[in-house]
C-alpha cells in the first residue's frame, strides 16, 4: 500500500539539480562546440571526446560503431540517469541532450543494452559546484539502485506466472504463485511509490479507492485478484483482463526504477517505511485479507529494508556505532522470531496469518517497534558527518 | 482525627512527601491547602484522617493558583506520586520486559530517570521536540510543549515477575507477594501484572499522556507496553476549600484517607521502613492496581434507599449513616452487615489502613449499549499483607459486589526516592552493594 509520505521523488517531481532534458533535438549543433561530446560507442568501448564540458545545455552525439544496439546514459555519480538513449542501431547516429549543473558524472554505454556498461568519467565545469558526497555513500546508492532494479526484473517473471495461471482459469496454480509474484515489489515498495501513478494500480486495496471509484470497474492489481481467488473462488474474464494490465503496469515499473532519485536519506527513510508498512498494515492482517499471506510480504519487506541498512552502515559506524550494535541486535531479533513461522528457512512458504493468534501476533508487533524505533535514527546517522 | 478540610492544622510536609524543590519548599499556609482525594472505591473508612493534603507551591505567593501549573519536585526521599496531592489525570502504563541484558536494562532505567526528571520540571526530552537534525526524528514528541508542569508525577514500580529476571529473585521483598484470587475476580490477564510500571498522574491529561508517551517510546526493544489505563477524576485542586471528589455511583470517595500531611500515618502505614527489609525497598511502598469495571447502568437503576444502605453513606452529603455530617466518625453497627463502608473499615480489619490514588475511567463501551467504565483502584500501603489483602478479604460479601467487578490486577514494589541528579530509579536494587 502506498502511504502518505514518500522518500524517493521521481526525477520529475523534484527541483533536481538540474532540469533534464531527454531525446531533446531542437537544434543540431556543429561538431566541436564546447558544449558537445562526441561518444563513440563500439561493443567493446565507449571513448569521449573530451572529459570536461562547461556546466549549462550540453549534447552527447553518439554514433554506434559496434554491431550490437546500444544505449548510452549521462549519470551522477550515485548513478542516477541525467539523461539516456535507448535503441540505438549499428550504424546510427543518436543526441542525448540535458541541462547540467557543474559537477561529476559518467557517461555509460551499454552495448547489448545489458549489464552495467562501459564508463567514462566527465566533469561539468563553472561556478556553483555541487558539493561532493562522502563517495561511499554514493556507491551505497549506487548498489540500492542496482538492487531495486533486480527486485523489478526479477518480479516479472514471477508475476508472469501468477498471471498466466489466472488468465488459464488455475485456481490452485494462482494462489500458489500469488504471494511469490509480490516478494520484490515488496522489497522495494518505497522506491516504487515514489512514481505516484503505479502502487495505486497495481498495491491498492479496495478500501484505498478513492471517492468516486467503483470497485467493479477502477479496481485492479494484485489484491483485487487476490478477493477473485480465495473470497469469490472464480476467474472469469475481467480476471484475464486484469492479469495483463497487472503485467503491464508492472513493467512500466521495471522501466523507470533506475529514474527514482535516490539518495542516502531515502534509503534510510525508505527502510523506516517498510517497517511502518509492517507495522500498519502486516501485523494487523490488513494487506492480505484474504490469502492471509501476510508473513511473506513482512519478510519481503524486513529484506528490503535490511538491504538498505547493510548498505548505509560503513558510514553509519563510523558516526553512530552504538546505534548500529542495535539495528544489528534487533534485525537478527526479528528475523529470528519470522523464522518461527517458516519451516524452511530458504522458503517464503510461511504460515497463514489467520492461523496466527493475538498472543504471537502482538510478539510480532513488539519486535517491530524495537527495530522500527532505532532505524528512524538511521537518516541522521547517515547525514551528520 | 476528625478534621475537615479548613480545620486542618498544616506542618512543613518536606518530610512527609520527602521531596524537596532546591530549597524553595515550604510550610504552606492555610490557603494553599487543596483537596487531597484519595479516590479509591469508597474503601473510605480505610483511613483514619483529615481528607486534606497541602500543594507545593514554590516561592509563589499565590500558592493555590500556582499549584494548578507548577511543578513537583521529582528528588526526594520518598518518590513523587504517592503523598503528593493527587493530581487530576491518571496515565498508567505495565511494561514486560524484553532484553535479557542486565546492563541494557540499568541503562533504561537510567535513561528513564534521565527523562522523567525532565518532564516533571515541565521540559521535553533529550534534544527537544523541534530544532534538531531535519533528517533525525526529534527526541521529545512534543505534544506537552507550551503547556505548565501541571504537578506531573512520575513513579516506577516493580512487580513480582522483575524478580524472576536479571537474577533478582534473592531481592524481591517478601511483602511483593502474588496476590491471592479474592471472590469475585474475573480478571483479563492481559489488563493484569506487568514486571514494572510507571504512574503518571498531572492535572492537565495531555501531560500524563506525554510522560508515557515518551517513556514507552525509549523503552522500545527493551521493554513493551503490557496494559495501560487513562483515569481522570477528581477536579478540585484548584479550590482552596478541599472537596471530596465522587466516583462514577456518584458517592464522595475517599473521605477517611491518609493525608499528605500526616507524617505519622504515613509512616506507620505507607511507608516501607528501614526495619521492614530488604533494605533496598527503604522509604519504597507497595501499590496494588486494580481495575473495577462498574455495571453503572444497572447502578443508575437502584433506589436512593439501597444505594445509600450499599454504601453506609447518604448520597448528598456523604455522611455516615445515623450521622449528618462526611466527617463524623462513622457508627459501623449502625450499617447493613454488608454495608460497604462497614467492611472497608479499619476497625473491622484489624486496623488495615491504605492510601488511595485511584481515578474513574471510561474506555468506550463494551459493545453492549453499555459504557465501559469504573475505577482504576490505586492504593499504596507498607505491606500489602497488612493492607490491601485483608481489607479485600473482607470486602467478599460487599453489597457493593453485585454492581462491580474486579477485571485487572497487579502489584508493585514501588521503591524509594530518587535522591539527586546522579541517582536513578531501582539504584539500590541493582547496585552490588545494596
Redesign the interface.
Known sequence: MRSARLPFATVAATAAALTVVTGCTEKSSAEGADNIIQVTATDSKCEVSKKEVPAGHIELAVENKGAKVTEVYLLFPDDRIVAERENIGPGTKQTVTAEVKAGDYRIACKPGMKGDGIRQDVTATGTGKVAKRDPRLDTAVAAYRKYAQAQADETIPLVKVFTDAVKAGDLEAAKKAYAPSRIGWERTEPVAESFGDIDPKVDVREDGLEEGQDPATDWTGWHRLEKALWQDKKLGDREKELADLLVKDLSDWQNRVGKAEITP?SM?NGAKELLDEVATGKVTGEEERYSHTDLVDFKANVEGAQKSYELLKPVAQENDAALVT?LDK?FAALNTLLDKYRTDKTSYDFTSYDKVGKADR?ELS?AV??????L??L??AV??Q | MTDTTTETETTDNADNTGNTAGGTTRAPSRRSLIGWGGAGLALGAAAAGGAVAVARTGDDERPAAAAAGAAVAFHGVHQAGIATPVQDRLHFAAFDVKTTDRAEFVQLLKDWTAAARRMTAGRAVGEGAYGGLPEAPPDDTGEALGLKPSRLTLTIGFGPSLFEKFGLADRRPEALVDLPKFAGDNLDRNRSGGDLCVQACADDPQVAVHAIRNLARIGFGKVVIRWSQLGFGKTSSTTPEAQTPRNLMGFKDGTRNIAGTETARLKKFVWVGEQDGPAWMTGGSYLVARRIRMNIETWDRTSLQEQEDIFGRDKGEGAPVGKAKERDEPFLKAMKPDAHVRLAHPDTNGGATILRRGYSFTDGDDGLGRLDAGLFFLAYQRDVRKGFIPVQRSLATDALNEYIQHVGSAIFAIPPGVRDADDWWGRALFSEEA
Open positions: 536519506t534510510a542495535e534487533q502482538k513488539d517497534n524495537a527495530l522500527a524505533e532505532p528512524s535514527k537518516a541522521a547525514v551528520s
